[in-house]
Nanobody, 124 residues
Framework: VQLQASGGGLVQAGGSLRLSCAAS????????IAWFRQVPGKERKGVSC????????YYSDSVKGRFTISKDNAKNTVYLQMNSLKPEDTATYYC??????????????????WGKGTLVTVSS
């Protein structure tokens, strides 16, 4: 099982980045894929998630209206389009997978698989 996050980088405030999470080794359509982020010294927080079976999406209040999560089932990949980035979006972003299909996923409970993170740095 592998979740490979990519697409992080350095961007100026107001800019955009698209993160990708490529999944392999499990039945993609049976899982919810979620994005979390973490700043050193602080707890990891849920950002967004998508049910790959029906496409339902959920967002944390801090990113609602700026970030969009989407999926490509043919490529077993979930994307996080991040627009209007702010310095407070700076963090390491992780993708994770769970069979739970609920917004409660953003609380971080019940994740079955985690990928390595990709660093997003937003300069002011």
């Amino acid at each position: 099982v592998q979740l490979q996050a990519s697409g992080g980088g350095l961007v100026q405030a107001g800019g955009s980045l698209r993160l990708s999470c490529a999944a392999s080794g499990f039945t993609f359509d049976d899982y919810t894929i979620a994005w979390f982020r973490q700043v050193p010294g602080k707890e990891r927080k849920g950002v967004s998630c998508i049910n790959t079976s029906d496409g339902d999406t959920y967002y944390s209040d801090s990113v609602k209206g700026r970030f969009t999560i989407s999926k490509d089932n043919a490529k077993n990949t979930v994307y996080l389009q991040m627009n209007s980035l702010k310095p407070e979006d700076t963090a390491t972003y992780y993708c994770a997978a769970t069979t739970i299909q609920s917004s409660l996923v953003l609380l971080g409970y019940g994740m079955d698989y985690w990928g390595k993170g990709t660093l997003v740095t937003v300069s002011s």
